[in-house]
């Protein structure tokens, strides 16, 4: 059964930047695949690491299983195309009454890709509301690259704190994109977004999945991908699908992709500033070699 986007969704998409919300999993599969989650978790000690939380699909079967999920893709394939690459995924979780957040900010600014879109469907797998921190975006704003800085603030879950200013933000139009478990929002890589802090009695947790037309093209340091429909026509190196594969295999894999993807997320804007330039040189350093060290220990 096809699950494509109807020409009413696409339409919107293609005004507001965004769409939600869509229906993806059951009831059952959406507290199956949490189950998954949070017994790895309960196995490890501890909640996913920021490593872990960044293509976790090289990783783990239920995020093996959502970035393939036929909705989704249908979906996606609704806005970009047969041809599709899953580019990264981010784990964001915000465990209950956490000062975590995200700064409203526009992913195109720094990600590097060539593309018309990348888009980021973002399943939700705990409720995503207001109270919780769900996802909040001034829907239009997709059409042109707005200015931002790297603040680096504490409790800021993005990598660098990318952060656009206050001026450039219109508060009357920010909308909250609600979800209950096993719905998704999809949204365009220039829409400005960001998500306050969980002040609910529960983990606010939302698997953001990035996709992009397999024709696009990776500025900077060569990064991988996974193909999950159709041809590649592009420049991204191709990942392998770890599903059948041992643990000690998926690590390495793992660990493989985040190095690639390494040289990009720390390199300095040609803006940054001495201070700024040290900092990103040595997070990188130490980052490379954490994921060398992993390697190893998988053999």
């Known amino acids: 059964m096809s699950h494509h986007l109807t020409q009413e969704q696409i339409e919107r998409y293609q005004q507001q930047g965004c769409l939600f919300p869509v229906d993806v999993l059951g009831r059952e599969d959406a507290i199956r695949l949490r189950a998954e989650l949070e017994g790895g978790e309960k196995m490890q000690g501890h909640p996913l690491g920021r490593l872990q939380c960044n293509k976790s699909y090289l990783l783990y079967d239920w995020a093996d299983e959502l970035v393939h999920h036929p909705k989704i893709l249908d979906a996606v394939e609704s806005l970009l ?178 190095r690639r993807q390494l040289h990009n997320i720390f390199e300095p804007d040609a803006s940054a500033s001495f201070t700024e330039n040290l900092r990103l040189k040595i997070t990188k350093t130490a980052g490379l070699g954490l994921s060398y060290w992993k390697e190893l220990s998988a053999r």
Not at 85 to 91: F, R, S, V
Not at 127 to 143: D, N, Y
């Open 81 to 258: 195309g047969p041809d599709i690459l899953c580019y990264m995924t981010q784990l964001f979780t915000k465990e209950a009454g956490s000062m975590s957040y995200v700064s409203m900010h526009q992913d195109a600014a720094y990600w590097g890709v060539e593309a018309d879109d990348v888009i980021t469907a973002w399943v939700a797998l705990s409720p995503a509301t207001a109270e919780s921190g769900v996802m909040k975006v001034e829907p239009g704003s997709h059409t042109k690259i707005l200015e931002q800085v790297n603040t680096y603030a504490k409790d800021n879950l993005l990598t660098r704190g990318q952060e656009i200013p206050a001026d450039n933000l219109d508060e009357s139009k920010q909308v909250y994109m609600e979800l209950q478990p096993g719905q998704m929002s999809l949204h365009h890589y220039r829409l400005v977004h960001g998500s306050d802090a969980n002040t609910s009695d529960d983990r606010r947790i939302g698997f953001a999945i990035r996709y992009v037309a397999a024709n696009a093209n990776k500025v900077g340091s060569p990064e991988s991908a996974l193909l999950v429909r159709g041809k590649n026509r592009g420049n991204f190196i191709m990942e392998n699908r770890t599903r059948n594969l041992s643990r000690k295999q998926r690590i390495r894999e793992h660990t493989r992709a985040l």
